[in-house]
């Protein structure tokens, strides 16, 4: 059976659904077994509601650019369709799935919960687990990840989740542990099914020495070491 996840991000008027904010952005993008698919859900919608500037100040999105942008009842059909039966991954997920079901609720149309629909798996937990004790926020994760986030100068709800799918990837190990018996396959059928070997032939290895100069300033190094130290653990 395939897995579907949608990876999902949201931006918001502001904090809080209960004190009237409502979901300006949603953006999603699809792994099947791990893998994007180009399956990608993205929208903007028109809150009918001012944003908080705090909030601009963090997106970029303004009242003006949402004026033509549909409200959230036309397009609450397809984007329930498209995340129902997948399992959701989102960054501190409450927030989300807080104004996602707030948004279906007033409705009234007898949509679902969200958690009735889909699995949720919150990758801040996640991280908390991984690296507990450290600064866990997106950003943070791309640094530790050494994930290319460049492009990310204003948060935005697509680019979010393109982000965070690298990030889910990279912390639950990526396509390796998915392709290793692809990979053992394809390499004894190609080999023949006989383990390959370096040819007895080929050029010895470079070995390249330490110069006189190069030990001196090494030891000299150590010496610096010690006197800071009072001890030096590459003597012991």
């Given at each position: 059976m395939h897995k579907r996840q949608?990876?999902?991000?949201?931006?918001?008027?502001?904090?809080?659904?209960?004190?009237?904010?409502?979901?300006?952005?949603i953006g999603c993008v699809e792994l099947v077994n791990r893998r994007l698919t180009g399956n990608n859900f993205h929208v903007y919608i028109?809150?009918?509601?001012?944003?908080?500037?705090?909030?601009?100040d963090v997106h970029g999105i303004t009242n003006e650019f949402l004026r033509d942008k549909p409200f959230f009842h036309q397009i609450a059909q397809?984007?329930?369709?498209?995340?129902?039966?997948?399992?959701?991954?989102?960054?501190?997920?409450?927030?989300?799935?807080?104004?996602?079901?707030?948004?279906?609720?007033?409705?009234?149309q007898g949509f679902a919960k969200t958690h009735d629909v889909c699995e949720v798996l919150d990758t801040l937990v996640m991280a908390r687990d991984l690296h507990p004790g450290q600064k866990n926020s997106l950003d943070a994760l791309c640094r530790r990840y050494d994930i290319d986030n460049s492009k990310r100068t204003l948060h935005g709800a697509l680019l979010d989740s393109e982000i965070l799918s690298d990030v889910y990837l990279a912390m639950t190990g990526g396509q390796k542990k998915l392709n290793l018996a692809q990979h053992n396959e394809q390499a004894q059928?190609?080999?023949?099914?006989?383990?390959?070997?370096?040819?007895?032939?080929?050029?010895?290895?470079?070995?390249?020495?330490?110069?006189?100069?190069?030990?001196?300033a090494h030891e000299a190094r150590m010496e610096l070491v010690n006197k800071a130290s009072g001890q030096s653990l590459w003597q012991q």
């Open positions: 949608i990876v999902l991000d949201t931006e918001t008027t502001g904090i809080d659904p209960k004190e009237g904010h409502r979901i300006i952005e028109n809150p009918q509601r001012g944003i908080e500037e705090e909030a601009i397809e984007f329930y369709d498209y995340i129902q039966g997948a399992e959701l991954v989102i960054h501190n997920a409450p927030f989300d799935v807080g104004f996602m079901d707030h948004e279906f609720a007033m409705l009234n059928q190609g080999s023949g099914g006989e383990i390959r070997r370096l040819s007895a032939e080929r050029a010895p290895l470079k070995v390249v020495m330490a110069t006189a100069d190069e030990l001196d």
